[in-house]
């Protein structure tokens, strides 16, 4: 893995992991699985399951865990069939959990993707993201106010255009031993063509310069949405020495007490997908309902 032969790291972490008993299986040896579908793209959903069992066996806050899984979650949500199913859902609702955790145990810092911020740091991107969303939501409204002209507009113009195309077949053929007529009683039908083709002729260039205004008003809008400022979340990490310790234990007072009330890991091992995320919204003073919705790891800051 260090040397980036993927193809040949793969079969054998693989093996390693089956052949491994659950109970068994060491921290580098899952999140070095989770690390290769990461890189490979091809089973993410495999590797947020594998992380969301991990987490389930092993309470204490893991930052290099955390952000395995929010960049697998970032990534897999790409995929509309993945972001909607359980497994993603599940795993989400844990990490946002445990970003939460992990904010508690570093207090005056926000975590901004796999990074640390200041709060003051934070605070100025939240400012801007506040002016941003102004600018954006006026630009919304004024971009549906020209939407509503251009329907209005197309609306007129189908009828008339309409009107227009019935007086098509209508037409005055003089033969050449037809008498001459000096001012001949106005044609009716004429008249409602003419009226007609005027009234297209005048909507024509006015549905013409809303339609270029709409598309102007869209572009800017479009525009306003890509400044947004989210956290980029990494598709790659160093692989986990097999050897490396487990992470410190929390030393926060507040961690430390919410340590205690975690399930063991016997009764967590015993537990499913849906068992793990409740007893985590238990752990963390909550319930299912008052956590996030499932969503991009880039979003859960705003």
Known sequence: MRQEKFDKATPLLN????????AQRSRPLVLNRA????????????????LSQFFARNPAPDEEASNLLGSLLQLAADNPRWRNGPIYADAFREFARREAVLERHRTGYKRWGPKWITQAEFDEIKRKDRELV????????????????????????????????????????RRYNDPIQINPQPCALCAAMAEAT?????????????????????????ALQLRTVKPIWPTRYAPIDPDAPPPKPPEHPALAALATTEPAAGAAN?????????????????????????????????
């Open 198 to 222: 005027q009234s297209l002729n005048d909507i024509t260039p006015e549905l013409h310069a809303a339609s270029k205004d709409l598309e102007r008003a869209t572009v800017k809008y479009q």
């Open 270 to 302: 015993a537990t499913d997908a849906t068992g793990a995320r409740g007893a985590a919204a238990a752990a963390a003073g909550g319930t299912d309902s008052s956590l996030p919705p499932a969503t991009r790891p880039s979003d859960l800051v705003r």
């Open 134 to 173: 102004e600018q954006i939501n006026e630009q919304g409204a004024a971009m549906e106010r020209i939407r509503m002209t251009v329907q209005t507009l197309t609306v007129q113009y189908n009828e008339v255009a309409n009107k227009a195309r019935g007086f098509s077949n209508h037409a005055h053929v």
């Open 35 to 50: 690390l290769l579908d990461l890189v490979q793209k091809g089973n993410l959903p495999r590797a947020i399951k594998d």
């Open 15 to 22: 093996r390693a992991y089956n052949e491994t008993p659950a």
